[in-house]
Structure formats: C-alpha cells, structure tokens
C-alpha cells in the first residue's frame, strides 16, 4: 500500500511521482461532475432569473478558474500541497490555525457528501429496483471504499477518476440534451419568475460550492511537470465541466419546474446514470476530501502516523454527516466563500508580489512562527467581508467572494511591500 501522503506531507513532490496533466485534469473535473455541484446549478435557477443564473454560473465558474489557476500553478511550480504554501505565508502559528480551519471545513464537506450519497442511493435503489437499503449500511460501504482509496493514495484517486469521466461525461450531455426537448434555449431564458437572489449571492454561492477545491488544487497540480498543466487543469475542470454541470441543472429546473435533482434525473429516465454521477461523483469527490484533510493534519502534525490520521478523520467524517447540513446548503456554500478565499488572496499576493523566492521547502526549515501581517489580512478580509455580507457596511463589489480576496490579498500587499523581495543587483563588468 502507498505510503504517498506520508511521504509527501511535508515535502516536495519528486521528479519520479510526476504524472501527465490530463490524468491530474481528470480527478479535479469529476469534483465537478459530482452531485454537489448539480444541486447547486439546481438552486441557483430557484433562486434567480434564468439570465442572471447564467450569468451566475459564468462569472462565479471565472473567479473560480482565476483562483484555481493560479493556486495550481503555484503548486506545480513549488511542488508543494496547498498546507505547506500556507506554512510559509503564514508561519508555523498562523499555518496550524488555517489548516485546521481547512481540516474542519474538507470533513464538513465529507460528512455533507456522505449524507447526499446516502440519501441519493437510497432512494435511488428504492426507485429504480425496488431495493430498500438500510442507510447504515450505506454508509458503511461508502464510508469503506472512500477511507480505502485515500489510504492507497492520489494515485488510486486518479485512476478511478480517469475511468469514471468518459461515463459522467456522457450522462451529463443526456441531461443537458433532455431539457431542450419541450423548449428552445431562448424560451428558457424568457422565462418569468421572481428572483430570491441578488446576482451577487448567485455568485457567492457558485464560488463556495467549490472555492476549497481551487484554494486547494496544490494538492494535485504539484503532480504536474510544467506549470501550464496547471492551468489546463483549472480552465477545464471550472471553465468548461463546471459550467456545463451547473448549466445542465439549471435549465433543468427551470424547464421542469421541479426542485429535486434526483426527481429531475428520474423523470427523464436517467437511473442508472444518476446512480453513476451519485456513486462516481462522491467516491472521488470524499476521497480527494479525506486525502487533502489528511494532508492538511499532518503539515500541521507531521509526527502523526499518517494511516491512523485517515482512519480518525474518516470516523469524524461521518460524525458529520449526522450533523446534516444540507437544510441551509447554500447558506453553507455562501459563508464557506467568505471564509476561505482570502486565504487564497495571501498566497497569491505573497508569491507573485511579494516573497516569490520564499516558495521552497528549504523556507520551512527556518521555522517562522507566525507571519502577523498575512493573519491580520486574513481575518481582515474575512471579518470585513462578512459585515459586508450582513449589511453592516457597505459592499465593495456586490459579490462577497471579490470582496475577501480583493480585501485579504491588497491588505497582505500594503502591510508587507517593504519587506518584498529584492531583485538580484546586474554587475556591469568593465
């Protein structure tokens, strides 16, 4: 059994564990093709009007492809996972307490897709074949074959993504395709309804429902060689999987009027191939969860025994799910953008503008404690932007995901431009 996140916890990823971008490409798009993000294109057209959930979907899709570009290609570039970029923005103090932060979140996600498989499955097998499974055993088996592939390691995560992509790929097109039957793209986008959305909360919620994959893509693009797999990783998973997942769902919704994804997937005839988005789409997207969370506990512990690390946080996982978080799921998503994108601003504005050659793994020999100017533009921008978001203050942009990064990262600059790297002096020989 590989022994990968031990191995690569708290180093960097070696010329021998590279792999070609495509395969890395493959396990970022199926976190796209999961039913997370199905549900979320389903409640955007609830909650918006058809142009404005388009409009939603692109822009929230952008701001996520611009963050989980650049974060990837970082990541390539250093080959170091997304816990030991924040080590070095934020120091050893600063780092332990945005990577448990990151822990809680990636287990309340694991814990939210245990409940949507459970669910999912159950009513699935209930629907389809007239098979009542006990919901215990359902998430003892997906609980079983999740912890089991983040043991075994990216590599086991990345097969499987690859064999599953060409089945979700096709399911999603009959998806799409089924809601231009009854009406052309134009009628749908004439459609008449009263928006309990801004345009701005419609992006918010697009950038949560996948801002912790982008701030963390790290985690799999430091397999990359070159740092423009990175960047076709990012543009293909949220760029073009993203939108045509979110869209699907949403002229769904609009065309059916219904408010279940499942029932949506049922009526038009697509059992088996919820089943295969439902199974396939959370088997990946929990175990690239558990592994990240795994990753993030052991750069901040790294004397954890690294198989005992996944057991625990596997248990606490489905602890989680029994918390049911899926009553105020866009809500969840919403905060969650709030919380996690300025981490994201950090790290970018440290390594493009300010600190670039710190970005080595020989840094984290030098065990700063605390990095106070990368905190305070952390909690800055998180405070701040979540005032913004209850009406307190004023909004900068009208999209609290623009706000956090824009304040997070422009605070982090101004605090930090005198200590920036210098440039190496030319000599001039005579």
């Known amino acids: 059994m590989s022994t990968e996140i031990n191995e690569f916890a708290a180093v960097a990823i070696t010329d021998d564990k590279l792999t070609p971008w495509p395969r890395v490409a493959a396990v970022a798009a199926l976190v796209s093709f999961s039913l997370p993000t199905f549900i979320t294109g389903l409640e955007l057209s609830q909650g918006l009007t058809p142009m404005n959930t388009l409009w939603a979907t692109l822009i929230g899709s952008f701001l996520i492809f611009a963050i989980g570009g650049v974060m990837g290609v970082i990541g390539s570039r250093t080959r170091l996972s997304s816990y030991l970029l924040v080590r070095i923005a934020f120091g050893d103090a600063g780092a332990g307490i945005v990577n448990i932060a990151f822990a809680i979140s990636l287990l309340g996600w ?25 919901p215990y055993v359902l998430v003892a088996f997906a609980s079983f074959c999740m912890t089991a592939t983040t043991l075994i390691g990216f590599k086991a995560i990345n097969i499987l993504a690859s064999l599953m992509i060409p089945v979700l790929a096709i399911v999603t097109w009959m998806f799409f395709n089924s809601a231009f039957e009854s009406q052309s793209f134009a009628q749908i986008m004439s459609i008449e309804k009263t928006a309990t959305l801004t345009l701005g909360e419609g992006v918010s919620a697009v950038v949560g429902a996948i801002i912790i994959g982008a701030i ?22 949220y760029m073009v999987v993203e939108v045509i ?22 009526d038009q005839g697509l059992g ?3 089943f295969a988005i439902v199974i396939a789409g959370s088997w990946v997207l929990n175990s690239l969860n558990l592994y990240s969370a795994a990753l993030s506990t052991q750069a901040t512990f790294p004397k954890f025994n690294s ?16 918390m049911n978080f899926l009553d105020n799921f866009v ?41 106070l100017r990368a ?56």
């Open 110 to 134: 694991f814990g939210i897709n245990i409940n949507l498989f459970t669910d999912a499955v159950a009513r699935l097998s209930q629907d389809v074949f007239n098979l009542s499974i006990s």
């Open 216 to 237: 963390i893509l790290p985690d799999i693009t430091r397999f990359i060689r070159h740092w423009s797999g990175a960047l076709y990783t990012a543009f293909i998973a």
């Open 245 to 266: 997942v979110m869209g699907a769902a949403s002229l769904a919704g609009l065309t059916s009027g219904k408010t279940d994804i499942l029932e949506i997937m049922l």
């Open 272 to 274: 088996l191939g919820a």
């Open 307 to 322: 198989k005992l690390v996944v057991l625990v946080l596997g248990a606490i996982g489905i602890g989680a799910a029994l």
């Open 331 to 371: 809500t969840f998503l919403f905060y969650l953008s709030i919380i996690f994108v300025p981490v994201a601003g950090v790290i970018m504005c440290d390594y493009l503008f300010i600190r670039p050659q710190a970005y080595t793994i020989e840094t984290l020999d030098e065990r700063s404690a605390l990095n």
């Open 375 to 430: 905190f305070i533009a952390w909690l800055l921008g998180a405070v701040l932007t979540l005032l913004t978001a209850e009406n307190i203050v004023p909004t900068l942009s009208g999209i609290a995901a623009i706000d956090a990064i824009v304040l997070s990262g422009g605070v982090y600059t101004l605090l930090s431009w005198g200590q920036r790297d210098m440039p190496p002096q030319i000599k001039v020989s005579a």
